[in-house]
């Protein structure tokens, strides 16, 4: 079927044009695609003209397209983009008749959560990124329910994502700890769930043609969770890291040191390499049940081969082993 991914010269956006490669698709981005640009348009959707132009004769929508980072500025982007851009899609959608939407949120809006939360857990965000997702999904539930005998909507709430060229948080992590620079802040037994790319997009490109009218929510992260000590000591052996990377510093000195960095970022306007907030989920548990996703889905890749790929591709240049 005629498919828009919006946001798809991203992450996973690129992943999963990769994967799909079907003439019946098409990307929309503010940003060009460098391996889609055939098929890519460029448009923001806080664009509602924009929006309605790309959605003619479309059948389904994937909305990846967000602001996700941590130190987004300012804030109000969150909201201007997740939020009141959601909101212009749908529109979009409903002036053009298209009827199914799948919709990329987080695991954000759980919070920090110390218990393994599934898709009926209460949401907590705890940051602007987790709020505005969760307003979001408000908006397309919203929106299904206008019309749910004919409306299909799927929302997927991906864990931290992972995976060749990437540059997020377990990226920095594996980066520090070959640089032989890395310092554990507290004992590193919190349990992470985590996800791979590629699993991530096979997942997504499921759904397309095994969905029906209706609001589906489904967490994604690949098991089993590891604690951050067993993350250490996967990227040391793949790396062949010797000694193995083991100090460490206490939370609170961890947390302090944000706090500070947090201060001299304010006063001279740069982005620091820590703060407060990325102590505090690194040093967090962050486990999500998605045995929902896993019993309509066979993930492709075990997640330890998922992470050793990805660190011979980034660090040994090897390519990965698929």
Known sequence: MNTLIIGGSGFIGTELL?????????????NPSNLFSKITTIGDIRNSKVLSENL???QT?????????DNVRPSSLYYDVNVQGTQNVLEAMT??????????????????????????????????YGKSKMEAEKKIENWQKEDPINRDVTIIRPTVVFGERNRGNVYNLFRQINSRRFIMIGDGKNKKSIAYVKNVAAFIKNRINNSNPGYKIYNYTDGPDLNVKAL???TNDTLKIKPYTSSHIPYWLGVLGG??????????????????????????????????????????????KAIKNTLKFEFLDFPSDN
Do not use: W
């Open 18 to 30: 990769s994967q799909l490669n079907d003439s019946a698709i098409k990307n929309m981005d503010k």
């Open 56 to 58: 003619k004769n479309i």
């Open 61 to 69: 929508v994937i909305l990846l397209a967000a602001e996700h980072k």
């Open 95 to 128: 002036k053009n008749n298209v009827k199914k939407i799948i919709f990329t949120s987080s695991a954000a809006v759980y919070g920090l959560s110390k218990e393994k939360a599934d898709e009926k857990s209460p949401l907590k965000p705890f940051n602007h």
């Open 232 to 234: 250490v000591d996967i």
């Open 259 to 304: 706090v500070s960095l947090d201060v001299l970022g304010k006063v001279t306007s740069k982005d620091m390499p820590l703060s407060s907030i990325r102590v505090k989920k690194f040093c967090a548990t962050s486990q999500f049940d998605s045995s929902k996703a896993h019993k309509l889905f066979l993930a492709p890749y075990q997640l330890e």
